[in-house]
T-cell receptor
Framework: GAGVSQSPSNKVTEKGKDVELRCDPI?????LYWYRQSLGQGLEFLIY????????KSGLPSDRFSAERTGGSVSTLTIQRTQQEDSAVYLC???FGTGTYEQYFGPGTRLTVT | AQSVTQLDSQVPVFEEAPVELRCNYS??????LFWYVQYPNQGLQLLLK??????LVESINGFEAEFNKSQTSFHLRKPSVHISDTAEYFC??????????FGQGTTLQVKP
């Protein structure tokens, strides 16, 4: 079956612009996670959703970052007024539920802020 | 707070040699541990996991890891590596809120 998909695969944007990153989880997966992979910070958790609610937003680095999930499926991560330090690969993962269920990762969106 | 330390950023090894990638964790709650692999230009894939039961867990491609509670370690081993094992390997612990906390990663470079 289809895995987790993310779009776009690559995004180049100018400093100060807003960007939206999309994640389509595996059908039937109720939990959805966003992580960020960057050279200096490694793999960091950003936010996760159980259904449409976000019980843990503790990893969002600033109020320029927000995310939503609608219909218990697609999620969008929005970064406002992008900065160069936002350049990273943004990874989405989904699982049947929270806890010890395996998290399946998408291919990521590579964001470059110039 | 939970954390994961991968002691080696890069591990070069010759083909068919054994390898060990080290991982230590810090956790005050029940421990669930994972190894993920990221092949060049690909996404993260689960390699193996420890949830409970036998402390030795194995993957389908010959890797194994042993959960050692007294040493707070979950080292990854393979007795004979292949060129195709060249990748970045991440150790992770599951937090009590369900998110994964990753180590910094270890790049395994297998040389012919």
């Amino acid at each position: 079956g289809a895995g987790v998909s993310q779009s776009p695969s690559n995004k180049v944007t100018e400093k100060g612009k807003d960007v939206e990153l999309r994640c389509d989880p595996i059908s039937g997966h109720t939990a959805l996670y966003w992580y960020r992979q960057s050279l200096g910070q490694g793999l960091e958790f950003l936010i996760y959703f159980q259904g449409n609610s976000a019980p843990d937003k503790s990893g969002l680095p600033s109020d320029r970052f927000s995310a939503e999930r609608t219909g218990g499926s697609v999620s969008t991560l929005t970064i406002q007024r992008t900065q160069q330090e936002d350049s990273a690969v943004y990874l989405c993962a989904s699982s049947f539920g929270t806890g010890t269920y395996e998290q399946y990762f998408g291919p990521g969106t590579r964001l470059t802020v110039t | 707070a939970q954390s994961v330390t991968q002691l080696d950023s890069q591990v070069p090894v010759f083909e068919e040699a054994p390898v060990e990638l080290r991982c230590n964790y810090s956790s005050s709650v029940s421990v669930y541990l994972f190894w993920y692999v990221q092949y060049p230009n690909q996404g993260l894939q689960l390699l193996l996991k420890y949830l409970s039961g036998s402390t030795l867990v194995e993957s389908i491609n010959g890797f194994e890891a042993e959960f050692n509670k007294s040493q707070t370690s979950f080292h990854l081993r393979k007795p004979s590596v292949h060129i195709s094992d060249t990748a970045e390997y991440f150790c992770a612990v599951l937090s009590n809120t369900g998110k994964l906390i990753f180590g910094q990663g270890t790049t395994l470079q297998v040389k012919p």
